[in-house]
């Protein structure tokens, strides 16, 4: 009923707040508002005559519109999708959102903020993402403003196997409160099963937004249009089953290594990739590795166990197999272990002081090796398995274009085997992949969107890709896509592995593309060939003059491959050809490359 003054007790000005006010309220916010009044009659409280306490209600419902900025630091891109379905959220409940990739968010924008939500992966060894950067060294600089009218709340994505678990959000966390921002809600950390934590802090914020706003849940058009029918049911937490068509080993006899192109089918999935995204990927623990551990403890196969925090069991063999993580050992685990276990040896190890000696530990060893060296055997299942980490997926960039090859999706995989401890040791999936993935098997998978590894916008854009070992497998992607859309942009590929004649991923499709025009140049540097090893940072380098006016005409760089080592020599092979071909400074060249990155000109997957 629309309030009219025939029909009510109020002027002409109350009666047009009220209207504007009562249809904008849930449940909760008319429950609360009758409590309030009624309080206020009982206690014989007045307000003020006229129309005052109206205006004040309806400038409360003004805060509806609170805007609230959303932030991610992503590289893989499981941020970004964080981020996306907060402000989904946030709109469901009448917010205002502003969401932002960190590098596209103006830094000097941030005093206006007033609610700032932040999701952050860590890379590397404590570093932010390649997209977080310079908003990070703003917050940092002295140009950082004081912020005492921020309210803000962080989400941390992180790996305990690594020594500086959710560094970058936690020194995120601490400078925003150092510039005089308040806590929404505490911060979260999350390991690589983040899926929990994570809804745990968006509640918690939204929580704390709407209880000092009092927003109503009106859903947005918006976001209504995004939720339509073209969205995949499948995603990380509920994979697709597909059919592997094609697992084929690409290197030559001789090699030693081995390197997997699968093909697989997303045929009834309605999953959707473009080029640069990733394929996730469950994959089984080595069933050696999980009957080792099963006599080892002591344990019975076929006992059922819980496998989930709703009570679903499952025998235990089939549980160590597909459901938990037992080739990473990390401190949260030693840790929980001690607590059940007796044993002086791990109650030493794990003690204030001895974080040399666990880091030392942990590096190289799996779960046998851990319940072996410290004689946990009669633990029971029931205790040991719930402090594991759940199986993780693993990411391939994905080597193929939707549009070459529908309903398909392709990785690259490189078999990983190695000697540890006395004990020889196997990549989870990457060998699952190689030895135990036949075709007409399935595979639990999903789509990765990486927003960070895309093509250019203008199919003219010249693009140098520099890919060694399997790394090459999203610039395949790439060429196959550029080869449907006709697009007429140059194109280089630097490519790199051990020898001409046994590790040439994909070599004639290569020369294919070379001699369709595809692909304008490729320079290769085959390391194990050469007197002096030669890798594609020293391919770069020759080429520095030519490299140059690539970058003088507006190319983008992609690099895909190893990051520790490979990413780093590739960034100073670039940051040395800037000072060499364009008689730049070290700064100058830092802050040229740190530019093409802000502009998406300079992109990494790296891992």
């Given at each position: 009923m629309?309030?009219?003054?025939?029909?009510?007790p109020?002027?002409?000005?109350?009666?047009?707040?009220?209207?504007?006010?009562?249809?904008a309220?849930?449940?909760?916010?008319r429950?609360?508002?009758?409590?309030?009044?009624?309080?206020?009659?009982?206690?014989?409280?007045?307000?003020?005559?006229?129309?005052?306490p109206?205006?004040v209600v309806?400038?409360?419902?003004?805060a509806?519109?609170?805007?609230?900025?959303?932030?991610?630091g992503?590289?893989?891109?499981?941020?970004?999708?964080?981020?996306?379905?907060?402000?989904?959220?946030?709109e469901?409940?009448?917010?205002?959102?502003?969401?932002?990739?960190?590098?596209?968010?103006?830094?000097?924008?941030?005093k206006?903020?007033?609610?700032?939500?932040?999701?952050?992966?860590t890379?590397?060894?404590?570093?932010?993402?390649d997209?977080?950067?310079?908003?990070y060294e703003f917050?940092?600089?002295?140009?950082?403003?004081q912020l005492?009218?921020?309210?803000?709340?962080?989400?941390?994505?992180?790996?305990?196997?690594?020594?500086?678990?959710?560094?970058?959000?936690k020194?995120?966390?601490?400078?925003?409160?150092?510039?005089?921002?308040k806590?929404?809600?505490?911060?979260?950390?999350?390991d690589?099963?983040?899926?929990?934590?994570?809804?745990?802090?968006?509640?918690?914020?939204?929580?704390?937004?709407?209880?000092?706003?009092?927003?109503?849940?009106?859903?947005?058009?918006?976001?209504?249009?995004?939720?339509?029918g073209?969205?995949?049911?499948?995603?990380?937490?509920?994979?697709?089953?597909?059919?592997?068509?094609?697992?084929l080993?690409?290197?030559?006899?001789g090699?030693?290594?081995?390197?997997?192109?699968?093909e697989?089918?997303?045929?009834?999935?309605?999953?959707q990739?473009?080029?640069?995204d990733?394929?996730?990927?469950?994959?089984e623990?080595?069933?050696?590795?999980v009957?080792?551990?099963?006599?080892?403890?002591?344990?019975?196969?076929?006992e059922?166990v819980?496998?989930?925090?709703?009570?679903?069991?499952?025998?235990?063999?089939?549980?160590?197999?597909?459901?938990?993580?037992?080739?990473?050992?990390?401190?949260?685990l030693?840790?929980?272990?001690?607590?059940?276990?007796?044993?002086d040896?791990?109650?030493?190890?794990v003690?204030?002081?001895?974080?040399?000696e666990?880091?030392?530990?942990?590096n190289g060893?799996?779960l046998?090796d851990?319940?072996?060296?410290?004689?946990?055997?009669?633990?029971?299942?029931?205790?040991f398995?719930p402090?594991?980490?759940?199986?993780?997926?693993?990411?391939?960039?994905?080597?193929?274009?939707?549009?070459?090859?529908?309903d398909?999706v392709?990785?690259?995989?490189?078999?990983?085997?190695?000697q540890?401890?006395?004990?020889?040791?196997?990549?989870?999936?990457?060998?699952?992949l190689?030895?135990?993935?036949?075709?007409?098997?399935?595979?639990?998978?999903?789509?990765?969107?990486?927003?960070?590894?895309?093509?250019?916008?203008?199919?003219?854009?010249?693009?140098?890709?520099?890919?060694?070992?399997?790394?090459?497998?999203?610039?395949?992607s790439f060429?196959?896509?550029?080869e449907e859309?006709?697009?007429?942009?140059?194109?280089?590929?630097f490519?790199g592995?051990?020898h001409?004649?046994?590790?040439f991923?994909?070599?004639?499709?290569?020369?294919?593309?070379?001699?369709?025009?595809?692909?304008?140049?490729?320079?290769?540097?085959f390391?194990?060939?050469?007197?002096?090893?030669?890798?594609?940072?020293?391919?770069?380098?020759?080429?520095?003059?030519?490299?140059?006016?690539?970058?003088?005409?507006?190319?983008?760089?992609?690099?895909?491959?190893?990051?520790?080592?490979?990413?780093?020599d590739?960034?100073?092979?670039?940051?040395?050809?800037?000072?060499?071909?364009?008689?730049?400074?070290?700064?100058e060249?830092?802050?040229?490359?740190s530019?093409?990155?802000q502009?998406?000109?300079?992109?990494?997957?790296?891992?």
């Open positions: 629309e309030l009219q003054v025939t029909n009510s109020f002027n002409q000005e109350q009666v047009e707040l009220l209207n504007r006010l009562l249809p309220l849930t449940d909760a916010q429950s609360w508002l009758s409590g309030y009044l009624a309080a206020l009659q009982g206690t014989g409280a007045s307000a003020t005559s006229g129309a005052a109206l205006a309806a400038a409360n419902a003004a509806v519109s609170k805007d609230v900025t959303v932030l991610f992503s590289q893989t891109g499981n941020s970004h999708s964080l981020a996306k379905k907060l402000s989904k959220k946030l469901e409940q009448g917010f205002q959102v502003t969401l932002s990739a960190m590098s596209d968010f103006k830094p000097n924008s941030l206006k903020v007033q609610n700032l939500l932040m999701i952050v992966s890379h590397g060894e404590g570093e932010p993402p997209n977080a950067v310079s908003f917050l940092y600089s002295k140009r950082a403003p005492g009218e921020l309210r803000f709340s962080v989400l941390a994505l992180g790996d305990t196997s690594y020594e500086f678990f959710c560094q970058t959000g020194d995120f966390d601490k400078r925003l409160e150092e510039l005089g921002g806590r929404l809600a505490k911060r979260v950390d999350c690589v099963d983040f899926d929990e934590p994570a809804a745990e802090w968006m509640n918690n914020v939204l929580g704390a937004l709407s209880e000092a706003s009092a927003a109503p849940a009106a859903a947005s058009g918006a976001v209504a249009a995004a939720a339509g073209t969205e995949s049911e499948f995603s990380r937490t509920n994979p697709f089953r597909a059919e592997v068509l094609e697992n080993n690409l290197n030559g006899r090699s030693e290594r081995e390197t997997r192109h699968i697989i089918s997303l045929a009834g999935s309605n999953l990739y473009e080029p640069g990733s394929l996730g990927v469950y994959p623990n080595h069933p050696r590795l009957d080792e551990l099963i006599e080892a403890m002591g344990w019975t196969a076929e059922p819980a496998v989930n925090k709703n009570g679903e069991e499952r025998p235990l063999r089939e549980a160590l197999l597909r459901h938990y993580e037992l080739t990473v050992l990390t401190k949260p030693l840790e929980q272990a001690a607590v059940i276990a007796s044993n040896g791990l109650q030493q190890l003690a204030a002081g001895r974080e040399t666990l880091k030392a530990y942990i060893r799996d046998l851990f319940v072996q060296d410290y004689s946990l055997k009669g633990v029971p299942a029931g205790d398995l402090i594991l980490r759940k199986m993780p997926a693993r990411l391939y960039s994905i080597a193929s274009s939707p549009k070459a090859s529908p398909e392709h990785v690259t995989v490189r078999a990983v085997r190695y540890a401890h006395g004990r020889n040791r196997y990549g989870v999936c990457s060998v699952h190689a030895e135990r993935v036949q075709p007409g098997d399935t595979l639990p998978v999903y789509i990765q969107h990486n927003p960070n590894f895309k093509l250019p916008e203008n199919p003219d854009t010249p693009i140098v890709m520099i890919g060694p070992g399997t790394g090459v497998a999203p610039f395949r060429l196959a896509e550029r859309t006709g697009a007429e942009g140059r194109t280089w590929l490519y592995d051990q001409f004649s046994t590790d991923l994909y070599q004639i499709e290569w020369q294919r593309w070379l001699k369709d025009g595809v692909l304008t140049r490729m320079d290769v540097a390391s194990r060939d050469t007197d002096r090893k030669v890798y594609v940072q020293h391919r770069m380098l020759e080429k520095s003059r030519e490299l140059y006016r690539w970058l003088q005409d507006g190319a983008c760089v992609y690099v895909c491959g190893d990051e520790k080592k490979m990413a780093h590739v960034h100073a092979a670039l940051a040395t050809i800037l000072e060499q071909e364009g008689g730049l400074s070290p700064e060249a830092a802050e040229y490359l530019s093409m990155q502009h998406k000109r300079y992109q990494r997957d790296v891992y």
